[in-house]
């Protein structure tokens, strides 16, 4: 069964920046798209970014964009989630998982996440 192992989530301070990685086991990313989420305490999971392995393609939400770069792996089958000018709002529990295309932000459409990984920024 598919594996979702999300790391790289710290503390961090407005304006700066982190890097996260998903490792996904027991999937080649070869023909998917991988995806990554964010859930803030009493707030529903949104969609962050997505990156395509048929064409590369990314996807970002509007509230990330420009600050965030999604980028993949398909050898170390790991997607990774540069996040730079943090700010307060982003602080949240990161999570990744495949993605459908091209409604990649609706977090109920799937049901398989890693444990995720905490990313809170504070001065």
């Known amino acids: 069964q598919v594996q979702f192992v999300e790391s790289g989530g710290d503390l961090a301070q407005p304006g700066g920046s982190l890097r996260l990685s998903c490792a996904v086991l027991?999937?080649?990313?070869?023909?998917?798209?991988v995806g990554w989420f964010r859930q803030a305490p009493g707030k529903e999971r949104e969609g962050v970014s997505a990156i395509s392995f048929f064409d590369g393609a990314t996807y970002y939400a509007d509230s990330v964009k420009g600050r965030f770069t999604i980028s993949g792996d398909s050898a170390k089958n790991t997607v990774y989630l540069q996040m730079n000018s943090l700010k307060a709002e982003d602080t949240a529990i990161y999570y990744c998982?495949?993605?459908?295309?091209?409604?990649?932000?609706?977090?109920?459409?799937?049901?398989?996440w890693g444990q995720g990984t905490q990313v809170t920024v504070s001065s």
């Open positions: 027991g999937f080649g990313l070869d023909h998917s798209a």
């Open positions: 998982t495949t993605v459908e295309l091209p409604q990649w932000n609706i977090a109920g459409l799937y049901d398989i």
